[in-house]
C-alpha cells in the first residue's frame, strides 16, 4: 500500500475546515499539514484535525521536503505567486476556485504545470458532487431526448460580514459571482453540450448594508446543440422555504427537475418517472475531488478538473464580463 500523500494547506480559513473534515473520510489516503502567516493557527488547524506540522509561513510549507502537494486555499488574488512557487518546488498543486484571476494566468499557470511535470487541479467541486453526476448520466442516457431549455437557480440570502476578505475585490479577484457564482456556470457548462456563448445582465446593485458586492446576475447561455439556458444567480435573495431552490433541464421528450443542491432529482421523459436522490455522503463532491487529485498523482494521468477544463469556464466569466456596462465589471477585468 502506497505511503499517504502528503498535502500541505496554504491558509487556514473557512475552506480549510471544509477539506480537512472531508479529508478525514478517505482514511489514510491523505495526511494533512497546515501553513498560515499566524502561527498559531495553523497549529490550532495541526491539532484539530491531526496534521503533520505547521507552519508560520507558506514558503516554509511549500520547501518542506515531506510535502507532496499544497492546497492553494487563500484569496484568489494570491493564488498565481502560490500556485507558481509551488510547482517551481517540485509540487502537485490544487487551487481553490476561482483559480485565477485573467486568462493569461490560467496559462502562465498551465505552462509552469507542464515545465514541472506536476499535476494541477483545480478545486472546482462542483464537478465531482453527485448531482452533477447524476445529470450528466441521465443526459447521456437521452433520458428527456433533445435538450431545448436549460434552467439554473442559485439564490440564497447569504450576505458577508464587513470584515470578510470577498468583500474586498482586489482580493476576491471581482464581485459575488466571479468568486462563487463559477461554480454554477461550471455545472451548467459540465453537463454535456458545450457552452458556447455567454452573456451577463446584471440589476441594479444594492451598496448598502456591510455586504458592498454586486451580488445577482443573470446569465444567458447558448449551447453548441443549439439549447439554450439561464442562470439565476443571487446572494441577496431569499430562497424558497428558507432554502429550497428548483431548477430544470427541458427536452423534447420530457423535463428533468433538480433541486438545486442536489438533494432529489425528477426526471420525467423516456421510460417510467423517476425520483432520484443522487447521495448525502458525498454530496459537495470534495470526497471524489481528492480521490481523482491522488489517482492523478499517483498514476500519472490527468484529472478531471484540470487546468485546461477550467480555462474553459474561464473563457466563458470573459465573455460575461465583457458583456457588462464597463463599470459594473469586476476589479480584475476592467
Known amino acids: 500500500m502506497p505511503a499517504p500523500l502528503h498535502v500541505a494547506f496554504l491558509g487556514c480559513g473557512f475552506i480549510t475546515r471544509v477539506h480537512s473534515d472531508h479529508?478525514?473520510?478517505?482514511?489514510?489516503?491523505?495526511?494533512?499539514s497546515y501553513a498560515s502567516r499566524d502561527s498559531a493557527r495553523a497549529e490550532a488547524y495541526r491539532r484539530r484535525f491531526g496534521g503533520v506540522a505547521s507552519y508560520g509561513d507558506y514558503r516554509r510549507a511549500i520547501d518542506d521536503p515531506r510535502v507532496d502537494a499544497?492546497?492553494?486555499?487563500?484569496?484568489?488574488?494570491?493564488?498565481?505567486?502560490?500556485?507558481?512557487?509551488?510547482?517551481?518546488?517540485?509540487?502537485?498543486v490544487l487551487v481553490e476556485k476561482p483559480a485565477y484571476l485573467t486568462m493569461a494566468d490560467?496559462?502562465?499557470?498551465?505552462?509552469?504545470?507542464?515545465?514541472?511535470?506536476?499535476?494541477?487541479?483545480?478545486?472546482?467541486?462542483?464537478?465531482?458532487?453527485?448531482?452533477?453526476?447524476?445529470?450528466?448520466?441521465?443526459?447521456?442516457?437521452e433520458v428527456i431526448g433533445d435538450l431545448v431549455f436549460a434552467q439554473f437557480t442559485t439564490v440564497a440570502r447569504r450576505l458577508k460580514r464587513g470584515?470578510?476578505?470577498?468583500?474586498?475585490?482586489?482580493?476576491?479577484?471581482?464581485?459575488?459571482?466571479?468568486?462563487?457564482?463559477i461554480h454554477w456556470l461550471h455545472l451548467a457548462g459540465s453537463l454535456g453540450p458545450t457552452i458556447s456563448r455567454a452573456h451577463g445582465y446584471r440589476p441594479t446593485v444594492d451598496r448598502t448594508g456591510a455586504d458592498r458586492r454586486a451580488k445577482s446576475l443573470m446569465v444567458a447561455l447558448q449551447y453548441d446543440n443549439e439549447a439554450v439556458g439561464a442562470l439565476f444567480y443571487s446572494r441577496e435573495i431569499p430562497s424558497l422555504l428558507g432554502g429550497l431552490r428548483l431548477s430544470n433541464l427541458s427536452g423534447r421528450d420530457g423535463i428533468i427537475t433538480f433541486e438545486s443542491n442536489g438533494a432529489f432529482v425528477l426526471a420525467r421523459g423516456r421510460g417510467w418517472p423517476r425520483l432520484l436522490m443522487p447521495g448525502v455522503r458525498d454530496i459537495r463532491g470534495y470526497q471524489a475531488m481528492y480521490r481523482d487529485f491522488v489517482a492523478a498523482i499517483r498514476t500519472g494521468s490527468s484529472p478531471a478538473m484540470r487546468l485546461e477544463r477550467a480555462i474553459e469556464d474561464q473563457r466563458?466569466?470573459?465573455?460575461?464580463?465583457?458583456?457588462?456596462?464597463?463599470?459594473?465589471?469586476?476589479a480584475a477585468v476592467r
Open 70 to 92: 499544497v492546497v492553494v486555499a487563500v484569496p484568489p488574488r494570491l493564488h498565481l505567486t502560490l500556485s507558481l512557487q509551488a510547482l517551481a518546488a517540485g509540487r502537485h
Open 106 to 141: 490560467y496559462l502562465t499557470v498551465l505552462e509552469a504545470r507542464d515545465r514541472a511535470g506536476r499535476v494541477v487541479l483545480v478545486g472546482e467541486n462542483d464537478h465531482y458532487k453527485p448531482l452533477a453526476v447524476t445529470l450528466r448520466r441521465l443526459l447521456a442516457e
Open 23 to 32: 479529508l478525514r473520510r478517505l482514511g489514510d489516503a491523505v495526511t494533512c
Open 316 to 330: 466563458l466569466m470573459d465573455q460575461i464580463h465583457a458583456s457588462l456596462a464597463p463599470a459594473a465589471r469586476p
Open 163 to 181: 470584515d470578510d476578505w470577498r468583500n474586498d475585490e482586489h482580493l476576491a479577484g471581482g464581485d459575488a459571482f466571479f468568486e462563487e457564482g
